[in-house]
């Protein structure tokens, strides 16, 4: 597919999630040339090369959709980050310390590099025709360990009429450790960070999350040999597609550039075959006024029915047991009160009646002491 459809969105959110080693980064170097051969504007936003330029402070007049939840997410993987140093492993990442608030500094500079792209890309839009609109890929790599993280882009697709895609690229520990071993320099990453990070990664589980149901690809890295493949699978239900190896370390280096660009090629073919429409904004606030509105009627009714049908019981079974000399009579007043009470109840629910605390089971549990001396 080189066409958009006319339900396809004209921005692609695809966010890859995967240990250190995996092959996140190479493959989206990949994707970017094969998008720019099929027309496609891409954009690789590496958390990496954030890290390597020294990021420290995020760029003045930005803002990030998400608020405070970045620094939050950011902040949770710190410990993981922290335990590799406490362990003796020297920081790593060029001339940047490999640091909690290094990493929580990029981390909240890649989410605010994608909000700005998307940005720029909605000004232009407005400027142009759209049959003139060229397509963009937004191609967010990073290791993306908690299902948080992931989704925080989803929320600037919501926002800013993207499509969104994740990559699961599943790789055995053992392989990532032995790849980042491989590695040279700066791009070394502390073999304890790469276990704990294994231990608390939140894989995509489609099954469980409905925003994962239709929006991820998974692609199983193999053992390195030169027989073995990966698999690349669509959570939909789509049947496998095998791929060359995604391990730039376990071959030569022009094998290696060859299982790139076939892999690369047959993500994109899965890739364009994924790429849905704009997800759905985020709900405004007249909706979700109204939401809240609707709950708290659906409360409100919920209480005054317990209401009615404990007061009808309480009634029922109290003119039963008394005698028939004092029956009329504790129907007309058990009866006149327990109106009284579903018409308290009623008030309190009205706007403006403010909030006066009535609890059903404390009107119950009255009514009930009055019943009671008609028995």
Known sequence: MTEATGQQARVLIAVLCGLPGSG?????????????????????????????QGYAVPRAGLKSDSGSNSCQTAASAA???????????????????????????????????TQLLLQQHKEQQQQQQQQQQQRMLLLV????????????????????????????????????????SQRQGADVIPAAVVAQLAAAFEAPQ??????????????????????????????QGCPQLPADDCGLQDTAATAATEDVASLADAVWVQLCAAWGPPLAPPPSEEQLAARRAAGSAANAASALHAL???SRSLLHSTLAA?????????????????????????????PGAGAGGLDVQQLLSDFQQLCAEYT
């Not at 922290?82 to 001339?95: I, T, V």
């Not at 989704?151 to 993207?162: H, I, K, M």
């Not at 058990?334 to 308290?344: D, G, T, V």
């Open 79 to 113: 410990p993981a980050v922290q335990a590799g140093q406490q362990q003796g492993a020297a920081p790593q990442h060029g001339q940047l310390p490999f640091t909690a608030e290094a990493w929580q500094a990029s981390r909240q500079r890649l989410l605010q590099e």
């Open 206 to 235: 489609p099954d469980k999350h409905h925003w994962e149901a239709a929006a991820t690809l998974t692609v199983r890295c193999g053992s390195g040999t030169s027989s073995s493949v990966s698999q690349l699978t669509i959570s």
């Open 322 to 350: 008394c005698g028939q000399d004092k029956r009329a009579a504790a129907a007309a007043a058990l009866n006149a009160h327990r109106k009284q009470l579903l018409e308290r109840l009623r008030g309190q629910q009205q």
């Open 141 to 180: 790599d990073d290791i993306n360990h908690y299902r948080s993280m992931r989704y925080e882009f989803v929320q600037l697709a919501r926002t800013y009429g993207a499509a969104f895609l994740q990559f699961y690229i599943e790789c055995p520990v053992e392989l990532a450790l032995q790849r980042n």
């Open 308 to 310: 009615d049908l404990g």
């Open 24 to 52: 996140k980064t190479s493959l989206c170097e990949g994707l970017a040339r094969v998008a720019v051969q099929h027309g496609v504007k891409a954009h690789h936003l590496c958390l990496d090369a954030l890290l390597r």
